[in-house]
Nanobody, 123 residues
Framework: QVQLVESGGGSVQAGGSLRLSCAAS????????MGWFRQTPGEEREGVAF???????GFADSVKGRFTISRDNAKNTLYLQMNSLKPEDTAMYYC?????????????????WGQGTQVTVSS
């Protein structure tokens, strides 16, 4: 049974940092594209950051230079380090896994999804 479990969300003031984690199980983690998405009520889901099986990364323009994505294949865990947080970063954050090892972006197919972790940034 595939599981993606996010953690690390919370409430911070603008300018602060949070580190999200996503623990994966039930599939061959190292072979999958992994991504972080976010969504606020009434808005479309937005792709935030992506990391392919070879470690190559991609970011939404809105988070470039502030967010870092990484993966630990030994621990089957995905991370999102978020620095210099802004109120507009407030959203539910989801991790997702896609079967295309090296084609890894917002346009990639994502097969598995976590339940999300809330991030709230106050001004």
């Amino acid at each position: 049974q595939v599981q993606l479990v996010e953690s690390g969300g919370g409430s911070v003031q603008a300018g602060g940092s949070l580190r999200l984690s996503c623990a994966a199980s039930g599939y061959t983690y190292r072979n999958y594209c992994m991504g972080w998405f976010r969504q606020t009520p009434g808005e479309e889901r937005e792709g935030v950051a992506f990391i392919a099986s070879d470690g190559s990364t991609g970011f939404a323009d809105s988070v470039k230079g502030r967010f870092t994505i990484s993966r630990d294949n030994a621990k089957n865990t995905l991370y999102l380090q978020m620095n210099s947080l802004k109120p507009e970063d407030t959203a539910m954050y989801y991790c997702a896994a896609g079967p295309l090892m090296l084609y890894c972006s917002g346009g990639s197919p994502f097969t598995y999804w976590g339940q999300g972790t809330q991030v709230t940034v106050s001004s």
